[in-house]
């Protein structure tokens, strides 16, 4: 898979719970296991599993205390994801102990920043075609710069 292909197939449901496993699902390759309501906890944070408001992309590619699998290209991808969605969605391979396959919604319900990214992605489905997906190039020197930031202030 070509960089490009990566970027356009941002997880663009990640905040809606179970409705954002299954377009996330939606956006995988053919035979790409997306994993909601797993009963296995191996890692206290798997829990959130349970309650669809985390998931596991191939999990068992990536599993719990597993780091380094992803090439340097998605790992770009992944940061600009979390950069631009501004903390709403948290990313397992920043956890002790790492899980890269693991994204989950990182604010309260109702919390006013998870509000504002549900919109922005719903404003990305309404949109003319020039937003969201497809239309994001995360190696854009300014949006890794502002992934970079965002990496250092979410540590």
Known sequence: MKTGDLTRRRFAGATVGVAGAAALGSLLPAGQAVAVGERRISAEYESNHLS?????????????????????????VVRDILAELDGVVRWGGDFTPAKESHFEIGVKPGHPRLKGVARKILGWEAGPGDQGAGATDAFDPERRGRARAFARRAA
């Open 52 to 76: 669809g408001t985390a998931i596991a992309i191939r999990p068992r590619s990536y599993p719990v205390g597993v780091k380094g699998g992803l090439y340097p290209n998605e790992l770009v």
